[in-house]
Each structure stands twice: as C-alpha cells, then as structure tokens.
C-alpha cells in the first residue's frame, strides 16, 4: 500500500463491497425489483472504484477505517442514486435503510462480543491511547478526538470527537449533506450492541463536537438532524 492512498488495497476493497451489499441486497430489490437492483449495484461498484484512490489516507492499521470504509461504500451507492432522479429524502431514505440493514445481518453472538468489548477496560485503554494519538494531527483527514472518563453515574465514558474524517470527506465529495445521516446510523447501533449512547450534538450539524456518552445497559438519546429525522422517518431514541 502506497504512503498516501489505499489504491493498492483496491481488490480487497472491492470484494468487500460485494459481500456487503450481498446481505443488504433485499432493501434494493424489495424496492425495485431483481433487475434493476442489480443494476444500481453495478453502477454503485464502479462508483466505489472511482471514489477509492480519493479515500483520505489515515494509515495502514487505523482503527477508524472501520467507521470510513463503510461509509465511503455508502457514499457510492448515495452518489448513483442522486444520479438516478432520487431527491435527498428519497436517496437518504434507502441509504439509511442499506446501512440499518448492514448492522442487523450481525449474528446475536458477534453483537454481543462487541457489546462487552465496548465496555472492557481494554478498550478504555485502548480508547484512551488513541484519542492523544489523534491529537497529533498527523493526517489531515483523520478524526481528532477526546477521551472522557465517565462519572460512574450517568454515563461510563465517552467520546468528544473535534474533528470528523468522514464530515471532511462528504465534504470534498460534494455530498456533506448524507453526514447527519451516517450520524443518525448510531441509533440502530445503539439499540443493537447495548451501548445506551447519549448524544447531544454533532459535527455534521454544524455543532463544534460530536458528544458521546456511553452508559451500558442505558436507553438511547441521541439528538439528529430534523432534516434527516423528517426526511427518513428516523425517530430519536
């Protein structure tokens, strides 16, 4: 892989957009129709390979690939859709859906791993460690974030996020507007890992942090979007 880009990781790239879009397929087909959602899936893959060498280089083992990659694969398939005639609402609608779809074909026992990972010591240090690492700025379409010891009360630990990697890179796709639907993602999230997150505030709305606060076994709050929340039906928790 080349310093700056994941071009030479294009391959395993794009075969990981072929098995997840193989288990979200249905919100396509229930929508259009076999054909033409194989269609819509041919021209969101060559648009994924486009977008692919423009995926800001964060480095070689970042943890956050798993919060950009996905969300680059949801850009593309955004990207055709918009191109397709579909308004914002419309787009959104099926974009949030796809993505609702990714996280609930998790088997029971991986979603409860990660529940009680989210929550082990490990993953505090590890949070922890990371958060001064991200402080460093030492790729610029990086996320920079604080790590916030909890008050053993309302909430375990947190997160204030002062810069977002995918914010910056809707942005330089001329799409910024999907941000606060990614965002609104963290609701089926949430409910399906037992993170009982509250959240105030984002980024992607405009707000100088995104505030995450974890409470295991907790209820979901979190604050979106009234555009998104209008436009896709999404209810807060």
Same mark, same amino acid.
């Given at each position: 892989?080349?310093?700056?880009?994941?071009?030479?990781?294009?391959?395993?790239?794009?075969?990981?957009?072929?098995?997840?879009?193989?288990?979200?397929?249905?919100?396509?087909?229930?929508?259009?129709?076999?054909?033409?959602?194989?269609?819509?899936?041919?021209?969101?893959?060559?648009?994924?390979?486009?977008?692919? /060498?423009?995926i800001?280089? =964060?480095?070689?083992?970042s943890? #956050?690939?798993?919060f950009?990659?996905? +969300?680059? %694969?949801? @850009? &593309?398939?955004?990207?055709?859709?918009?191109?397709k005639?579909?308004?914002?609402?419309?787009?959104?609608?099926?974009?949030?859906?796809?993505?609702?779809?990714?996280?609930?074909s998790?088997? /029971?026992?991986?979603?409860? =791993?990660?529940?009680?990972?989210? #929550?082990?010591?490990?993953?505090?240090? +590890?949070? %922890?460690? @990371? &958060?001064?690492?991200?402080?460093?700025?030492?790729?610029?379409?990086?996320?920079?974030?604080?790590f916030?010891?909890?008050?053993?009360?309302?909430?375990?630990?947190?997160?204030?996020?002062?810069?977002?990697?995918?914010?910056?890179?809707?942005?330089q796709?001329g799409?910024?507007?999907?941000?606060?639907?990614?965002?609104a993602?963290?609701?089926?999230?949430?409910?399906?890992?037992?993170?009982?997150?509250?959240?105030t505030?984002?980024i992607?709305?405009?707000?100088?942090?995104?505030?995450?606060?974890y409470?295991?076994?907790?209820k979901?709050?979190?604050?979106?979007?009234?555009?998104v929340?209008?436009?896709?039906n999404?209810?807060e928790?």
């Open positions: 892989m080349s310093e700056d880009n994941y071009i030479s990781r294009k391959q395993q790239l794009l075969k990981d957009f072929d098995k997840s879009i193989a288990r979200i397929k249905s919100v396509l087909t229930s929508r259009y129709g076999n054909e033409q959602a194989n269609s819509l899936i041919s021209e969101s893959r060559f648009e994924y390979e486009t977008i692919i /060498p423009q800001p280089f =964060i480095g070689h083992r943890h #956050f690939l798993a950009l990659i996905p +969300q680059t %694969r949801a @850009l &593309a398939i955004y990207k055709v859709l918009r191109r005639g579909l308004t914002f609402e419309e787009a959104g609608h099926i974009s949030f859906q796809m993505c609702k779809a990714q996280m609930e998790r088997p /029971p026992f991986l979603r409860h =791993i990660i529940g009680y990972l989210w #929550f082990s010591p490990l993953f505090k240090w +590890q949070s %922890r460690k @990371l &958060a001064k690492e991200s402080q460093k700025r030492k790729y610029p379409g990086s996320y920079v974030f604080d916030i010891e909890g008050d053993n009360q309302t909430f375990d630990y947190g997160f204030d996020y002062l810069e977002c990697g995918a914010c910056k890179f809707l942005n796709q799409a910024p507007e999907l941000a606060p639907l990614l965002c993602v963290d609701i089926v999230g949430s409910e399906i890992y037992g993170w009982g997150l509250t959240r505030m984002t992607a709305d405009g707000h100088i942090k995104c505030d995450f606060r409470k295991k076994g907790g979901t709050n979190i604050t979106i979007s009234p555009s929340k209008d436009a896709c999404i209810n928790g």
